[in-house]
């Protein structure tokens, strides 16, 4: 919301800036609610859909055929990328550190494009991000209503600024940000990487690199010094990669973590 004030002092509201971070904290009050209480999965998807609607009739949304059908796309997508965020925090101090590095580039990015309203608003959440970890420590969790915000602020600042936008510019700007979230926020890769023996601060360590790449590849394309296919064929291979070498890290240790016994011949 500050962000938001900002603008309109200076003149340039932005309708998409104040949709996304009304609807950013509607799913941050969600994830309060989650924390203390709990909350159903059906209830808590239909409110994230809801705050998803909202932004996508305010113009937050991927043009991949200009019809009708693309604002429901387009809130499957920011559903499913929050979440994927959310479920990055699972890996302590990782989110914090990922989210600050990837809204960072996403305002460069917004910047380089002449976007002026997303890169406030992701300038601050990056400013958010390191005031946390400032205050809490690089090992903190944010906790539900902090991944909430965050990914649904990334998840839709990323949409933002694909908006109007050829097919394979669409595909690499909404894949290369959220793509450490997809890859590494489930079970899978995040104790796949546990299982090879590293610790959380090396996961985050590792995940954080990998957001600098895939941001400094948005940018690249941004600045077309990267033809946007050749970027997101990059991501997709690369998550695969990822994938098949976590599972194989992961095959060669034990649960904990050490490494799988072997038989003993007897003599």
Same mark, same amino acid.
């Given at each position: 919301?500050?962000?938001?004030? *900002?603008?309109?002092?200076?003149?340039?509201?932005d309708?998409r800036?104040t949709?996304?971070?009304?609807?950013?904290?509607?799913?941050?009050?969600?994830?309060?609610?989650?924390?203390?209480?709990?909350?159903?999965?059906?209830?808590? *998807?239909i409110?994230?859909?809801?705050?998803?609607?909202?932004?996508?009739?305010?113009?937050?949304?991927?043009?991949?055929?200009?019809?009708?059908?693309?604002?429901?796309?387009?809130?499957?997508?920011?559903?499913?990328?929050?979440?994927?965020?959310?479920?990055?925090?699972?890996?302590?101090?990782?989110?914090?550190?990922?989210?600050?590095?990837?809204?960072a580039?996403?305002?460069?990015?917004?910047?380089?494009?002449?976007?002026p309203?997303?890169? +406030?608003?992701?300038?601050?959440?990056?400013?958010?991000?390191?005031?946390?970890?400032?205050?809490?420590?690089t090992?903190?969790?944010?906790?539900?209503?902090?991944?909430?915000?965050?990914?649904?602020?990334? +998840?839709?600042?990323?949409?933002?600024?694909?908006?109007?936008?050829?097919?394979?510019?669409?595909?690499?700007?909404?894949?290369?940000?959220?793509?450490?979230?997809?890859?590494?926020?489930?079970?899978?890769?995040?104790r796949?990487?546990?299982?090879?023996?590293?610790?959380?601060?090396?996961?985050a360590?590792?995940?954080?690199?990998?957001?600098?790449?895939?941001?400094?590849?948005?940018?690249?394309?941004a600045?077309?010094?990267?033809?946007?296919?050749? +970027?997101?064929?990059?991501?997709?291979?690369?998550?695969?990669?990822? *994938? +098949?070498?976590?599972?194989?890290?992961?095959?060669r240790?034990?649960?904990?973590?050490?490494?799988?016994?072997?038989?003993?011949?007897?003599?």
């Amino acid at each position: 919301l500050a962000a938001t004030a *900002v603008l309109a002092a200076a003149g340039q509201a932005d309708r998409r800036v104040t949709a996304i971070a009304l609807a950013a904290g509607a799913v941050a009050a969600l994830g309060v609610i989650c924390e203390v209480g709990g909350l159903p999965l059906a209830a808590r *998807v239909i409110v994230e859909s809801v705050a998803a609607g909202g932004v996508v009739l305010c113009g937050v949304q991927v043009t991949f055929t200009g019809d009708w059908w693309d604002g429901p796309v387009t809130v499957m997508w920011l559903v499913g990328a929050t979440n994927a965020f959310c479920l990055l925090d699972r890996v302590r101090g990782a989110l914090t550190p990922v989210a600050a590095v990837t809204a960072a580039f996403l305002a460069g990015t917004a910047l380089v494009l002449g976007d002026p309203g997303p890169a +406030a608003l992701l300038a601050a959440l990056c400013g958010g991000c390191l005031g946390f970890a400032v205050q809490r420590g690089t090992g903190a969790r944010m906790g539900a209503p902090g991944a909430l915000f965050s990914g649904f602020v990334l +998840a839709a600042g990323a949409t933002a600024l694909t908006a109007g936008r050829d097919a394979g510019t669409i595909a690499a700007g909404l894949l290369l940000p959220a793509f450490v979230a997809i890859v590494g926020a489930g079970a899978y890769g995040t104790r796949r990487l546990s299982r090879a023996g590293l610790g959380p601060r090396t996961v985050a360590a590792v995940l954080t690199a990998l957001s600098a790449v895939t941001g400094t590849a948005g940018l690249a394309v941004a600045l077309g010094v990267l033809p946007a296919g050749a +970027a997101t064929a990059a991501c997709a291979l690369g998550g695969a990669a990822l *994938v +098949a070498t976590w599972r194989a890290a992961g095959a060669r240790r034990g649960p904990a973590g050490s490494p799988v016994p072997t038989l003993v011949r007897r003599g």
